[in-house]
């Protein structure tokens, strides 16, 4: 049985999809959106042109899907699966960033995180830290109901 102290504190603590939470899902779930949206068109019709740009941009749209259900998702798992694909992103943003700067010619058309997401205003490279910390915050509790 459990403390009444216990009980409140764990009913009245914010989960990851409140204030903050919201806005990160929303915005996850428009990148994914978007870059899947863009690559299916890349490849469909101009992936000759540029497969491995068009296919990262295809890797990036799994990953903002990924993410975006790992964050709604409640539960040890899902909290893990969201922190693998958010660092597993920036790691993306950070690599294929300097990558597309310091070597242009291996990207003769944009990924969704070429030049650091210049594209999508910066918003790759924010974005993760952003997530990265809201998660930190945000862990969820032993024993709590969807904690795996």
Do not use: C, N
């Not at 992936?47 to 709604?72: G, K, M």
């Not at 010619?105 to 974005?127: E, K, M, N, Q």
């Amino acid at each position: 049985m459990s403390t009444p102290t216990a009980q409140t504190s764990r009913t009245t603590r914010p989960g990851r999809l409140s204030g903050v939470g919201r806005v990160l899902v929303a915005v996850y779930g428009v990148l994914a959106l978007a870059a899947t949206g863009r690559s299916l068109v890349q490849i469909v019709e101009k992936f000759d042109e540029a497969p491995l740009a068009y296919s990262l941009s295809a890797l990036a749209a799994v990953v903002y899907i990924v993410a975006t259900i790992a964050l709604v998702r409640p539960g040890r798992t899902w909290y893990r699966i969201a922190w693998a694909t958010i660092a597993f992103e920036f790691t993306g943003v950070v690599v294929i960033g300097l990558l597309s700067v310091i070597r242009p010619d291996l990207f003769p058309h944009d990924t969704v995180w070429s030049a650091f997401g210049r594209g999508y205003l910066f918003i790759p490279l924010v974005l993760p830290l952003l997530g990265m910390w809201w998660l930190a915050r945000h862990r969820p509790e032993p024993g709590a109901e969807g904690a795996e």
